[in-house]
């Protein structure tokens, strides 16, 4: 059975908006294991201006009653609002990273078109400033439209690392959402390839099987395996993470992508 780690995952219970109780935790976990997922990182929403030393003891208690409960690795983290708020919270050295690396689990707003969004280059200017690499969550779900391949780019250029949702390569938030994450994917544009697990039942459990066999036959299940295993893995080790190589179908060329 394949092997997969999991770094964007809102399984702890009553904390955010992700998993409603222990029981549905509970079953989260045992169907995890199952699928083959054998490392989660626990990344509920920490949102800028909301969120201070009782709320953070708060969400280290949950992970911790969730570790103790789990057969699965758990490891911690949260996922970082990119708000107004943003930049002032860094100084203050409160927002978590993922298993205490280097590595930042970043969002925003995803009601929000990126282009709409003015200081988004800003707030990744000043985490990189303070050392931090920031791992930008669910990229494909910021463009309502089409894609903008000059933010893409910038991005890259800055040192972010991408991450895709598996349940936008599935459909799963509509056929724009699902054409740019395959978009982004045949062009090598990607990172880590998570959960972003909210429910038990439903579309956003924690499952990556079914995504990895349409990564493998769309673009290598070597490349499958670096998005789901070996990229996820290296981030919790605070390594630096693997770049995939992909074949452009149209110009039949192979891409690399740094």
Aim: glycine share 8%; net charge negative.
């Amino acid at each position: 059975m394949e092997k997969f780690i999991d770094i964007h995952s809102h399984i702890a219970w009553d904390i955010d908006d992700g998993m409603p109780s222990m029981e549905d935790a509970k079953c989260s976990l045992h169907d995890s294991y199952r699928d083959g997922i054998v490392g989660i990182c626990s990344t509920p929403h920490i949102i800028p201006g909301q969120y201070d030393a009782s709320i953070h003891n708060e969400i280290v208690s949950r992970q911790m009653e969730l570790k103790e409960m789990s057969s699965i690795p758990i490891y911690f983290g949260g996922e970082v609002m990119m708000n107004g708020e943003f930049i002032d919270g860094l100084g203050m050295e409160i927002y978590p990273t993922l298993n205490g690396s280097r590595y930042m689990l970043v969002e925003y707003n995803v009601l929000h078109d990126i282009h709409s969004i003015d200081y988004r280059d800003d707030c990744l200017y000043e985490l990189k400033v303070c050392g931090f690499i920031p791992v930008i969550a669910h990229i494909e779900r910021y463009f309502h439209s089409e894609m903008d391949y000059s933010i893409i780019e910038n991005w890259i250029d800055m040192g972010c690392v991408l991450q895709i949702n598996r349940t936008s390569i599935l459909g799963m938030h509509g056929k724009q959402i699902q054409k740019n994450a395959l978009a982004l994917l045949d062009d090598g544009y990607c990172d880590v390839i998570a959960t972003d697990t909210h429910r038990a039942t439903g579309s956003r459990i924690s499952m990556l099987s079914d995504v990895y066999s349409v990564l493998g036959k769309r673009i290598g299940f070597g490349n499958a395996d670096i998005l789901m295993y070996t990229n996820p893995k290296r981030i919790l080790e605070d390594k630096d993470i693997l770049n995939i190589e992909v074949v452009k179908k149209k110009k039949r060329f192979s891409f690399f992508r740094r």
